[in-house]
């Protein structure tokens, strides 16, 4: 369970804030059930998931086309480079209350603080398409006895986003103190480690107030706005909440299960499970207190044996982890579905106690989105409370409907090559300073042995003079 803690983004940042947040088709009021106005409302409509679906699908087509096997590496870039990417996606982790899919988010709640790297953009578009479940609003209790107007009462006072503090790791990052270092004593190598944080700190606390002023406008619009889920949307999606077993918080029921042995987990929970840092192999059969460094030996000799394995199933332990995920048959809100505030639940008990279905939305809605008059009607009680507890069986990973933790960060490839090419730049420096060590332990033993020579002879040349001086005598 190591690799599962960490904390709470839009990749199709700019382009998918600003459409959601300004498109008037999603936040007028007035509606013509004229089919001229039906037409503009479909376009405007089309034209803002297609504006997210694209940048999101390219990102992640060329993350898989871009990978070190196939591409030649780039570059390394620089530090203003790097600081506007992590700037960028801190702003992807933004909870905005108008990007929103089936009653959930397309960003973290912030239940954990940290293990926030997967590709943002993949994993919007994976919720997109209803293939993993969005990052729902969790609710720390539940009882199954409350009745609907005590879990409105509830999920009224929900926020977008949960504190740092109120996290299940700690981000050291924000208790990091750069007023008290003195940069001009410290070494090149302290000063780059010192920028780097005092930059991630700074880029925290903006994180925040970014995420406050998104907190401070679904206030201001929520009462009004048709991207605030209804209370009948809210019911539906919490009167049979569920814990997840990693993070012992309540979701609706509509979660992820492992492909594996089909156990529940929330996204939240998911995009923390990822590999482990390129190491070693780990040598079970040989447990000598030499075994370290000999294997460190050898990875300086061979970089290549540096290894990257598979993220495990917390559950059952299955390489390969992955999740599938059924979205519910009758709520479709948000991107690619009714705004949220129009959903009526189709479950309904009429006076004599039978389970009737009402219209979803009125006949303008319905015209000007295209949902079909039956569209909502299909699924009984049966089949929609069946999704959360039918058997779903062993997938394998490469199953299209499976969301895997490398499909997530596609990069991982990339980042065991770098640190086999780091590796293998550490041990020729490390060659080359032993042969420059060599080189001059041996050049000082040829000069110390012709010093030697040297001595030698002039003292044979003196010994012969001595002789002949005394041979004169």
């Known amino acids: 369970m190591g690799q599962v803690r960490g904390r709470p983004g839009p990749s199709p940042s700019t382009t998918l804030n600003q459409q959601s947040s ?5 936040t007028s009021k007035d ?12 376009n405007s409509r089309e034209s803002l998931v297609q504006g997210i679906r694209q940048p999101v699908s390219q990102s992640s087509s060329e993350s898989e086309r871009s990978r070190p096997s196939q591409a030649p590496q780039v570059k390394r870039s620089s530090r203003s480079e790097r600081e506007k990417l992590k700037e960028a996606h801190a702003r992807g982790l933004l909870v905005k209350y108008d990007e929103n899919v089936d009653g959930g988010y397309l960003a973290p709640y912030g239940t954990y603080n940290l293990n926030l790297d997967y590709q943002i953009s993949v994993v919007k578009e994976a919720i997109i398409e209803r293939k993993l479940a969005p990052f729902y609003t969790p609710l720390q209790d539940f009882d199954a006895s409350w009745t609907d107007e005590d879990l409105l009462a509830v999920l009224s006072n929900l926020k977008l986003h949960a504190l740092p503090h109120e996290a299940e790791d700690e981000d050291e990052d924000l208790e990091y103190d750069e007023a008290s270092v003195d940069e001009s004593l410290l070494s090149k190598k302290e000063l780059r480690r010192h920028l780097s944080k005092k930059f991630n700190k700074q880029l925290k606390l903006k994180k925040l107030e970014w995420q406050a002023a998104e907190e401070k406008r679904y206030l201001e619009e929520r009462a009004t706005s048709r991207q605030a889920a209804s209370d009948d949307l809210k019911l539906e999606l919490y009167r049979t909440s569920v814990e997840c077993p990693i993070c012992f918080l309540y979701y609706p029921r509509w979660l992820n299960y492992s492909r594996c042995c089909n156990h529940a987990i929330c996204t939240e929970c998911f995009v923390q499970i990822k590999r482990l840092e390129p190491h070693l192999p780990h040598d079970h059969d040989d447990e000598g207190d030499n075994n370290g460094e000999d294997q460190k030996a050898k990875a300086e000799q061979d970089p290549n044996l540096l290894i990257s394995e598979y993220a495990c199933c917390p559950y059952c332990a299955t390489p390969n ?6 979205p519910p048959a009758y709520i479709r809100t948000g991107l690619g579905g009714i705004p949220p505030a129009l959903f009526k639940s189709p479950l309904k008990s009429s006076g004599n ?3 009737t279905t009402d219209a979803i939305t009125d006949e303008e809605d319905l015209n000007a989105f295209e949902v079909q008059e039956n569209y909502f009607r299909k699924a009984s009680m049966a089949s929609a409370m069946s999704i959360a507890t039918q058997r779903r ?3 394998p990973a490469t199953h299209p409907q499976v969301i895997t933790t490398d499909f997530i960060r596609p990069d991982w490839e990339q980042n065991l090559n770098n640190a086999r090419a780091k590796l293998a730049k550490r041990a020729a420096a490390a060659s080359a300073i032993h042969a420059s060590n060599m080189l001059i332990q041996s050049n000082e033993n040829e000069i110390e042995q012709k010093m030697i020579q040297e001595a030698m002879r002039l003292s044979l040349l003196e010994e012969e003079s001595r002789k002949r001086r005394a041979s004169v005598k």
């Open 22 to 26: 300004e498109d008037p088709s999603l």
């Open 31 to 42: 509606h013509s059930s004229s089919s001229n106005s039906g037409d503009s409302v479909r």
């Open 321 to 326: 982890f992955g999740v599938i995920y059924s």
């Open 353 to 355: 106690g039978n389970i």
């Open 393 to 395: 069986g062993s997938l």
